[in-house]
Each structure stands twice: as structure tokens, then as C-alpha cells.
């Protein structure tokens, strides 16, 4: 199984929190950062896409079938993580980085049940990562397409980061998940 985050959104070129009510487009940086993927890809003798239903994650999605010929299919669960009252707004308006930050720190280093004001808790967020996990991690020829923070919340499901941010993707970046263990491309050692 593989995982692809989306390319640059207009969300990440403007520094704003994007998840279910926002939903903005790929920017051609976006577009770039995946075309740069596609040679990867070319040699895995991929069969489908599985994408988030976000703009951001479809067009991406679309990028890679359209030039390997494979056919996409939708999951709802790998929607981004839900936010609450931080979609939509700037990281740097009211403290909203640190709240985001600091909210990750604590479901990665124990604290599962704080959630985002009226958004998701790591508990939540987890319960469709295993789903996501059991109904495609034996699948080898598969790539999901999602976002950022949820697939470091499916990446820590296998691998318990000494930082937050190193099981983030960067955008347009990719892992895989071999022998049961995620290697993010780039991170390789």
C-alpha cells in the first residue's frame, strides 16, 4: 500500500487550516509536486486510487490516473482531519498554530481524547485510520490519496515519532507501507 499527500492547495500556498468546510484547490505548484511522481509510480504496476473526497486530494488523484490509466474510487474516511474552528482560518491569526501544534503534541504523547474545538479527537481520527488500515493495508498495488495530518495519525498507528512532525508528509510527498512498516519517502535510513 502506498500514500500520497495532496500537492500545494491555495490552503498551504496561504498559510490556512483546510479540512471539510474549506476545501480549496491545488495550486500549479501543487499540480508539479505530483507530476514530479508519476515516473515513481509508473513503476509500481499500480491498480487504483483511493482518494479523499477533497477537491485537493481528487485533483491530485486525477494527475496520477489519468497518466497511469487506473481507475479512481472515493473513501470518506480519508477526509482530513475535522479542524472544528480552525478550518478555514489562518495559522496565524489567535494562537490557531499553537492550539493545532499543541493539540497534536498531546494525542501523539498520550492525551487521545482532546479534540479540536468542535472537531475531531485523536480517538476519533484513529478509529478510521484502522479502517483505512484493515480494508487496504494488504493491497500492494494501491494508493490512498489523503492529507497531511491524518496520514501521520495512520503513519503513528505503526510508528511512534520522537517529534510530531516526523511522521508528516510534505505536500506532494509520499510513503509505503513494507512489512507492516511505513517508510516515508525521504526519511528513508
Not at 60 to 87: N, Q, Y
Request: with cysteine; glycine share 6%; charged share 25%.
Amino acid at each position: 500500500m502506498y500514500i500520497q499527500r495532496h500537492g500545494e492547495s491555495e490552503a498551504n500556498a496561504k498559510h490556512i487550516f483546510a479540512c471539510r468546510t474549506y476545501d480549496p484547490h491545488i495550486t500549479e505548484t501543487g499540480k508539479i509536486q505530483i507530476l514530479s511522481q508519476i515516473e515513481y509510480y509508473s513503476k509500481l504496476n499500480l491498480t487504483q486510487i483511493i482518494s479523499s473526497p477533497s477537491k485537493r486530494a481528487i485533483q491530485t488523484s486525477e494527475i496520477i490516473a489519468e497518466r497511469l490509466s487506473i481507475p479512481i474510487s472515493i473513501d470518506e474516511a480519508l477526509l482530513e482531519v475535522d479542524l472544528g474552528k480552525l478550518d478555514g482560518k489562518p495559522e496565524s491569526e489567535n494562537g490557531n498554530l499553537e492550539l493545532y501544534h499543541n493539540t497534536l503534541e498531546d494525542w501523539f504523547f498520550g492525551n487521545r481524547s482532546k479534540s479540536f474545538p468542535e472537531g475531531e479527537s485523536y480517538n476519533d481520527v484513529i478509529k478510521r485510520a484502522e479502517t483505512i488500515y484493515q480494508k487496504y493495508s494488504n493491497l500492494k498495488n494501491l494508493l490512498l490519496v489523503g492529507h497531511a495530518t491524518f496520514f501521520a495519525c495512520l503513519i503513528g498507528m505503526k510508528k511512534a515519532p520522537k517529534n510530531v512532525l516526523d511522521n508528516f508528509l510534505p505536500r506532494g510527498g509520499r510513503a509505503r507501507l513494507e512489512n507492516g512498516n511505513w517508510i516515508i519517502h525521504g526519511k528513508e535510513k
